[in-house]
């Protein structure tokens, strides 16, 4: 059972955030994680930025800037691209 008042949704601006990263190439999907409510990326970041945390094996973990707070997400990427993806994620959502 998922813990209560922590949810799976996100704001539209992130949704169209969602959509530019899903239509690289060499992007398999985004998956959704968990929101905290009253957290930031940092001053001057108006929602939907994104800001990449660390590359993994198979993907990307980031996270975005919603209406509310921070929404995780985890771009699953195709083996060995990682790198290159984070770079035109950076220069897609920059």
Do not use: W, Y
Request: aromatic share 2%; hydrophobic share 35%; net charge positive.
């Amino acid at each position: 059972m998922p813990s209560r008042g922590r949810h799976q949704s996100t704001s539209k601006e992130c949704r169209r955030t969602i959509e530019k990263i899903e239509a690289l190439d060499g992007v398999s999907g985004v998956i959704i994680g968990l929101s905290f409510g009253g957290k930031s990326l940092g001053k001057n970041k108006a929602t939907g930025a994104l800001k990449v945390q660390r590359i993994e094996p198979g993907g990307i973990k980031a996270a975005t800037q919603s209406a509310k707070g921070l929404q995780e997400l985890f771009i699953r990427t195709e083996n060995g691209r990682e790198q290159e993806i984070a770079e035109k994620i950076a220069e897609l959502v920059g």
